[in-house]
């Protein structure tokens, strides 16, 4: 079965940074897109970042562009999410979710809506303090 796995959560302080990962396996990972949402508690999960099967397209929501970077190692199954150096605010904290969109097959466009997506990760807490 499909099992996505994050790791690289974690507390930092506000100016700090952090690697998010997250494993995929049960899935030929490389021909789906991959996205990465948070969810801050009594707030609905959101979307931050998403990129295509092939890496070439991504997208990020405005309150991390330049922040954040999305990427994808085909050959290890993982997608990563880098949250830069320096620029890490308390809003940021929240549990961040990788999904993967089935539907999106080796397609290059990337889709934002929760919805949308078909599988998702346990989840990997991220608390940034002021």
């Known amino acids: 079965q499909v099992q996505l796995v994050e790791s690289g959560g974690g507390l930092v302080q506000a100016g700090g940074s952090l690697r998010l990962s997250c494993a995929a396996s049960g899935l030929t990972f490389s021909n789906y897109g991959m996205g990465w949402f948070r969810q801050a508690p009594g707030k609905e999960r959101e979307f931050v970042a998403a990129i295509s099967w092939s890496g070439d397209s991504t997208k990020y929501t405005d309150s991390v562009k330049g922040r954040f970077t999305i990427s994808r190692d085909n050959t290890k199954n993982t997608v990563y999410l880098q949250m830069q150096m320096n620029n890490l605010k308390p809003e940021d904290t929240a549990v961040y979710y990788c999904?993967?969109?089935?539907?999106?097959?080796?397609?290059?466009?990337?889709?934002?809506?929760?919805?949308?997506?078909?599988?998702w990760g346990q989840g990997t807490q991220v608390t940034v303090s002021s």
């Open positions: 999904a993967a969109d089935l539907e999106v097959y080796r397609r290059s466009y990337v889709r934002i809506e929760p919805h949308s997506y078909d599988y």
